[in-house]
């Protein structure tokens, strides 16, 4: 099965995309990349290869060395562009996050949202994680005139976690964790009909993160098609559970 990835032209979260990436092509399924114009090669943050501040808070080795997979694959150098994508033709859409300034172009596009909203009318299956929620809270669905969250369970980056990265590192990075003013958790629960029972902030956690073989410190949000994720310490269960989604889907 095919799967839609976007991404932005640089400062995509190496974890969310190297992962899913890793472990649905691993299962035998095509990942297709789409940047703003077709062919671009995109690059991730370039932080969290090296380490954010004094080799720490960066990528974990083995998402690193996929990310260096993917960086030499054949589907890296041949994006697709938003616009002129046809969301029909793909079983799955993954919209990865991070939070440095260069995903302003991906989380802020209208371009993309308009795809966004065109596959999720198609009812197969979306997953979002970390910033990547934002795209589905700020695509209105032309039906209802609300956000394509507007019903939907959620989670997304606890503003917890993105103010305690925030104020851990300002002295030396300023805003960098700060992507918009507004906190991401704030916008998202500003897209739900009733954020105190739909929005899930799971449990609290600052640094355990799941791995290949250990989902006990992550967690996600099921819900119909719909699967998020908090932030790359989920990457591992989100894709597992995001893959479970995808094969069980009618074709």
């Known amino acids: 099965m095919r799967v839609l990835m976007p991404v932005p032209d640089r400062d995509f979260d190496v974890t969310e995309v190297a992962v899913p990436w890793r472990l649905l092509t691993d299962a035998g399924h095509e990942v297709v990349l789409a940047t703003e114009r077709a062919?671009?090669?995109?690059?991730?943050?370039?932080?969290?290869?090296?380490?954010?501040?004094f080799g720490?808070?960066?990528?974990?080795?083995?998402?690193?060395?996929?990310?260096?997979?993917?960086?030499?694959?054949?589907?890296f150098a041949a994006?697709?562009?938003?616009?002129?994508?046809?969301?029909?033709?793909?079983?799955?859409?993954?919209?990865?996050?991070?939070?440095?300034?260069?995903?302003?172009?991906?989380l802020g596009s209208a371009a993309l949202r308009r795809q966004v909203g065109r596959f999720w009318a198609l009812g197969r299956?979306?997953?979002?994680?970390?910033?990547?929620?934002?795209?589905?809270?700020?695509?209105?669905?032309?039906a209802t005139g609300r956000s394509l969250l507007a019903d939907r369970r959620t989670t997304c980056l606890p503003r917890y976690m993105e103010r305690s990265a925030y104020l851990a590192t300002a002295?030396?990075?300023?805003?960098?964790?700060?992507?918009?003013?507004?906190?991401?958790?704030?916008?998202?629960?500003?897209?739900?009909?009733?954020?105190?029972?739909?929005?899930?902030?799971?449990p609290r956690t600052l640094?355990?993160?799941?791995?290949?073989?250990?989902?006990?410190?992550?967690?996600?949000?099921?819900?119909?098609n719909y699967l998020s994720a908090r932030w790359?310490?989920?990457a591992y269960l989100f894709a597992r559970r995001f893959l479970a989604l995808l094969e069980a889907a009618p074709h």
């Open 171 to 202: 002295w030396r990075l300023g805003r960098y964790y700060r992507t918009y003013p507004a906190y991401v958790e704030h916008e998202v629960r500003a897209a739900l009909d009733a954020p105190d029972t739909q929005f899930a902030r799971g």
């Open 232 to 234: 790359p310490g989920d």
């Open 125 to 142: 299956p979306v997953g979002a994680i970390c910033h990547g929620v934002l795209v589905l809270a700020r695509t209105t669905d032309p």
């Open 39 to 53: 062919g671009t090669r995109p690059a991730c943050d370039p932080r969290l290869l090296t380490g954010v501040l």
């Open 207 to 224: 640094s355990a993160r799941g791995t290949a073989t250990d989902d006990s410190p992550a967690f996600v949000v099921e819900d119909g």
């Open 56 to 75: 720490r808070l960066g990528a974990a080795p083995e998402a690193r060395r996929y990310y260096e997979e993917l960086t030499r694959s054949e589907e």
């Open 79 to 106: 994006t697709v562009g938003w616009s002129e994508l046809d969301p029909d033709g793909y079983d799955g859409l993954l919209l990865p996050g991070g939070h440095a300034p260069g995903m302003r172009q991906y």
